[in-house]
């Protein structure tokens, strides 16, 4: 059972969607990345900062996960992030209604020090500084780095992307993302020049149309489950790196091989998440229920055709 | 090994994507459709009509794949269905820049005698009436009916596809298509009610995102192989749809579990039809090439979790 170093967001979210809408909820990457690897028992530990604001049941409910909350700062005079976004009736796009970056715009990540040989670190969207600056903690050269990102960065801050992206393992990011950071819209021609970059291991999110694991010449795709209905797809990202991170800090396994299964788990994961507002679903979510969407995964993809 | 009986057009096609522009080439529903079959060597027949501009090279090219035309009704003084389009630079959108229906207008199918006993029927896309007069030729009940449709027939003869709609077992048809037909956005509850309206087993092509199969609760997908290089998407459903038509007539085997096969043989034909213009990388396609490519579509998708 490796140890897991998770830097992100705690955030205060506020979302639209054709179903509905909430008021300020529990949202940011490091929740979801959190409550999704927590899924697997793993020893967890967020690195993160929020606001005097942020209520004390929101930090109760990740500790009572068993994700250790020291690296948590707590600027008591300060607020706590918040997002604001109402996604379009085909639930792909959204608009940004509005970021208020509060106590994050000074956020200097302190790893405790009882993670810093931690085996596993997932840096969650963040300036690539931030990210930069909790590996340079690392008192142990990780296992795996696993890094997400989104294309505001590339935006505002490519040079630094840069400089991180070239000591990761694998980056997660979704598909028009990768299109920006390589200028190539085929994602195999894409997935290759982003490995030039670094990463052996690039996985490129494609939302409800599944995602793709890339090491060289092995590629590897999980779809998305097919859903009835896509409630609110806010966090199936962070909730899919979540998995990923987790059921490789639990196994401890970073071939290939075994990356499938975490892509598998993500995939599965996720599928919860766009279920209920926010973080709702994920909450309470069961082992049992997480076993038998595994088994309609591999009905949905496995088949048998012998070849010699 | 089973007879398979495709209707469908056989035309000339004059195609511009990104990367260049063809004359009039070698097109048609019936001519993808019958390629593809014709890689599990059944035992098929076309069912089309073509001018006398048709050129006997293209008929015996099809002869030549051991497909039977005597059903290809040859109008001397009249001139051979004619499709151009243009593909825009995302290659999953296009423009339809002539059509002329020529010989096709009148087009009266008549399915050869050796034929109406086939155990397989390809209704390939055609007003659904034409698709209806086939149907009642079948001297004997088919083992399988699959109907592939488009848009422009829900526009303009809504209750004539759903007459025959009604008397199908597989239908194919994009992702669009399915919402049009339905008014549902999400593809399980779309094919849910398709189903209602009378298919058993609901294809949903997801060009370069895949095809899901749906049979009551059962679902299967499979991805679409992940190209450096998508040349021309022209064919590529009709490629998928022959191969399905063709494995399930070779297996003789009707099961749920077969139809994955089936979509995953499929897939991987219509893998190769986008390499190249036209019909071009189908009229040589060696077995070996198909068996290097099925491998690489489990090497994509299967994994190994264990579940109780």
Not at 18 to 42: H, R
Not at 182 to 189: A, D, N, R
């Amino acid at each position: 059972m490796g140890k897991l170093v998770i830097v992100g967001t705690l955030a205060f979210d506020a979302i639209e969607t054709p179903f509905g809408k909430t008021d300020k909820i529990l949202g940011g990457a490091a929740t979801y990345i959190g409550l999704s690897a927590s899924q697997f028992n793993v020893d967890a530990a967020i690195v993160s900062i929020v606001g005097g604001d942020f209520p004390q049941e929101y930090l109760d409910l990740l500790s009572n996960k068993n994700i250790d909350i020291s690296g948590v700062e707590i600027v008591k005079n300060g607020k706590t992030f918040f997002w604001s976004g109402k996604y379009h009736n085909d639930m792909n796009s959204r608009d940004t209604l509005a970021t208020e970056l509060n106590t994050l715009a000074d956020f200097n990540p302190i790893v405790p020090e009882d993670y810093r040989d931690a085996d596993i670190v997932m840096l969650g969207n963040l300036h690539p500084l931030v990210q930069l600056s909790v590996l340079n903690q690392m008192t142990v050269k990780p296992k795996l780095v696993i890094l997400d990102t989104m294309n505001f960065w590339m935006d505002c801050a490519l040079k630094d992307l840069h400089t991180v992206i070239k000591k990761i393992d694998v980056i997660t990011i979704n598909d028009e993302e990768a299109r920006q950071l390589t200028g190539e819209y085929s994602l195999v021609v894409a997935a290759r020049k982003i490995h030039s970059m670094g990463p052996k291991y690039v996985v490129i999110k494609k939302g409800e149309h599944g995602a793709l694991l890339f090491n060289g010449d092995n590629v590897f795709f999980a779809p998305a489950l097919p859903l009835e209905e896509v409630f609110d797809p806010t966090g199936a990202g962070d909730t899919f790196a979540g998995g990923f991170a987790g059921y490789i800090a639990k196994t401890g396994d970073t071939s290939f091989e075994n990356m499938k299964n975490a892509i598998i788990h993500g995939s599965t994961l996720a599928s919860f998440c766009v279920e209920k507002f926010g973080t709702e679903r994920m909450q309470d979510l069961s082992n049992k229920e997480v076993h038998k969407r595994l088994l309609q995964f591999k009905q949905l993809t496995q088949f048998e055709i012998e070849l010699a």
